[in-house]
């Protein structure tokens, strides 16, 4: 079977080779490029996963995580979401090192002397950028999802995860209607401080609070108590209290249980159509939704920009040795990160589009690619 895929394969990168006048050199340089990058994801997550081990080893004997399960439902699990989070920066130190190996050793040099331009050896930077980018978009579009999914579930039974409030929930629960919790307890499935309410066409028509809102599974009925009710009847307002009251709303604990790290474990398509209904329902997390919506396409696209980046900065051969590049690789690709995580922070509570926030990075590193290309040497 392997054989037969060879053979079917084989034809068609011959006729892609043809077409871009791929040679020896470029296979030599994607080698290069392909065996870095899984180099430091190899040797950065082990860094990470040991990381991670001397941070929770104690939370997992406190909760009697079996090994099975740690290995499996957490780890197994907690490594694809790494490899997809800093995709680009594995990818950017990777050409760094590789790249300033090249320079160090004359490579280059060589290179460009031999009549090759600069911009033709930019060919197996950019396939392998491809490559790297197409992975990272399978990642994030169809793996990550799914083990985000173990992983939320790891947490939520063996460290106590489940039990986090969530506050000051907004929710629109139909066109004229609207409820407000103040907080919001999963495990005990109980809202504080609960509010329900309905507009008419000029004025508010009812009105009903309470100190507590407790949901039963067995009825799927809501327990109100400690509120009191307001009517408006043919302009006349009725006012009640009352200690409890059993009632129904269009609202279930799933819903109320929602944050902004549900978004991570729903596929593409599922976080298009969620992501409407959140707005209809008027939620306050739907910047996060559209932001983590947004990311899964912005991270791949990042590494093409970083692996050009990367080139431009360690292209040039200097006296210091790779060490210098590598350092000046790191600061850049930290401050890259850095700028991502407030770039984030503006769209979800400041004035910054959601979607601009996200690919601003992209955006402002591409502009200092392009600067960069035309003042390298060349």
Known sequence: MAKRILQMVRPMVEKIKKYLQWHILDSYI????????????????????????????????????????????????????FINLFIPLFTFISVIWFTSKLSANNEIVAILNGGVS????????????????????FLSNFVVPRTNQQLYKFKETYMGESSLARVNVH???????????ERWTKAEKTGYQFTYEELGDQSLNYRIS??????????????????????????????????SKDTVFNLTPTTLNQDAYVSETMSSSQLRQFIKDEKAKGSTLVDQYIIEQQRRWANPFGTIIMTIFALCVSSR???????????????????FVFFQQISTVFSVQGNMPPGLGTWMPNIICMILCVFMLKNTSK
């Open 30 to 81: 994607l080698r290069k490029f392909l065996g870095s990058v899984v180099y430091s994801i190899t040797l950065l997550m082990t860094i990470i996963i040991v990381v991670d081990i001397s941070e929770n080893l104690q939370r997992f004997l406190d909760n009697n995580a079996p090994m099975s399960a740690v290995i499996t439902g957490y780890y197994l699990n907690f490594i694809p979401y």
């Open 118 to 137: 600069f911009y033709r050896m930019l060919y197996p930077y950019i396939v392998g950028a491809l490559i790297v980018a197409s992975f990272a978009i």
């Open 171 to 181: 929710i629109k629960n139909s066109s004229n209607s609207y409820i407000y919790i």
């Open 210 to 243: 309470a100190q507590q809102a407790v949901y039963n599974d067995e009825n799927k009925r809501w327990m109100l108590m400690d509120g009191f009710e307001r009517r408006i009847v043919k302009g006349q307002e009725i006012f009640s209290r009352f200690k």
């Open 317 to 335: 051969k200097t006296r210091r040795g790779v060490g210098v590049h590598i350092f000046i690789g790191m600061g850049l690709a930290f401050s």
